[in-house]
């Protein structure tokens, strides 16, 4: 196949990633910012508690009439609707909202690894309207993200994640004042008390260190974008070596991880 041949397929490829729709879904990043509002299980917005030694994992969800905890979720985790995240500040106009992870660990085991996270966004009748995976695609904080208990206490510090829906997302969920927001998540080397996850509005602290979040492509068009930059790639480099046989280009990603 001809360079111009091979330029053109790449073209193709990163053109139709481009016009696949819709190009971005809901996800939860994590930039390594920390939290420092509110105090205990009860007087923060908690949304998730989960509790095991060694490794835990617990969701909680919404099955249409009630709140439904399970593996090692514990039964102060709960679903919050739309009229109860209005409630807090959480409105369908935000760009993007706050979730707060707390670990509670003994002082001579105080790493986790956080190997999973999701925000799961329901109906009012139960049935799953879409997810928000944590997807932080070039953030350099992939998962597993170990993460290290900074202070004691529930609610006192923690680690903020930041979650952005699309906007037919936006409309989507909080057409319905009883549609719901649950979690789940798997973290493991884990000890002592529970681990929880808190809901915060704050736009303004929010807003105030970072730029307007954006949600994450999603994976399928990535995967088209990637297709056609290795295409793209794979050309420059033939013709790179046609040109200097002994030259060697090495891809780097760029991808690192927090450990
Ligand atoms: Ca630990
Ligand atoms: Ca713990």
């Not at 993200?145 to 004691?152: D, N, P, T, W």
């Not at 979690?183 to 807003?207: K, M, R, V, W």
Request: charged share 15%.
């Amino acid at each position: 196949m001809s360079v111009r041949a091979c330029v053109s397929l790449s073209l193709v490829g990163v053109l139709s990633a481009a016009l696949s729709a819709p190009a971005h879904a809901a996800s939860i990043t994590f930039a390594n910012e920390t939290f420092a509002t509110g105090s205990g299980i009860g007087n923060v917005p908690t949304i998730l508690v989960i509790q095991a030694a060694d490794a835990e994992t617990g969701a909680v969800s919404w099955n249409g009439l009630a709140d439904v905890t399970s593996g090692d979720a514990k039964s102060s985790s709960r679903t919050w609707s739309v009229a109860d995240l209005a409630a807090i500040g959480i409105l369908g106009a935000d760009t993007n909202f706050g979730l707060v992870f707390n670990l509670n660990e003994s002082s001579n085991n105080r790493d986790v690894s956080l190997t999973a996270l999701g925000l799961n966004f329901f109906a009012s009748d139960g049935s799953m309207l879409f997810a928000a995976p944590y997807a932080c695609v070039g953030c350099n904080y992939s998962l597993p993200l170990v993460l290290s208990e900074s202070g004691q206490g529930t609610g006192s510090s923690g680690f903020l994640f930041r979650v952005a829906l699309t906007a037919p997302e936006r409309a989507q969920f909080f057409a319905s004042t009883s549609n719901r927001l649950g979690l789940a998540a798997t973290i493991n080397a884990t000890d002592s008390g529970p681990e929880t996850f808190y809901l915060s509005a704050s736009q303004a602290q929010l807003n105030a260190n970072l730029d307007p979040m954006v949600p994450n492509p999603e994976p399928a068009s990535l995967v088209l974008l990637g297709t056609g930059l290795l295409g793209l790639s794979s050309v420059t480099m033939r013709r790179r070596r046609s040109k200097n046989a002994t030259r060697t280009v090495k891809l780097d990603h760029g991808a690192t991880q927090r450990r």
